[in-house]
């Protein structure tokens, strides 16, 4: 079993620059690929990022170039660095450990792009 809980999201100006932060506990987080993905009002949930147990790393094309997703094994922490910020990045981000048939979701965090 896995925990994880998410944290960073806020209001921002466009142009701006967030940081979030997933914290997982329960389990080895080398073990599982890592995503972020997110949900805005009205709208189906996007997968943004993965970053794999070996590291690759893929984005969707809507923030491919603005942000960047990471992990550190030995904190059990995975981050997505969000720069550029655009009002339609106004969203809640989750993020999500998958490994074989166990898929484990965070509460999420509120991104909101705005002036």
């Known amino acids: 079993q896995v925990q994880l809980v998410e944290s960073g999201g806020g209001l921002v100006q466009p142009g701006g620059s967030l940081r979030l932060s997933c914290a997982a506990s329960g389990s080895r987080l080398s073990l599982y690929t890592m995503d972020w993905s997110r949900q805005a009002p009205g709208k189906q949930r996007e997968l943004v990022a993965t970053?794999?147990?070996?590291?690759?790393?893929n984005y969707s094309d809507s923030v491919k170039g603005r942000f960047t997703i990471s992990r550190d094994n030995s904190k059990n922490m995975v981050y997505l660095q969000m720069n550029s910020l655009k009002p339609e990045d106004t969203a809640v981000y989750y993020c999500?450990?998958?490994?074989?048939?166990?898929?484990?979701w965070g509460q999420g965090t509120q991104v909101t792009v705005s002036s």
């Open positions: 999500h450990a998958g490994w074989i048939s166990n898929n484990y």
């Open positions: 970053i794999s147990r070996g590291g690759s790393i």
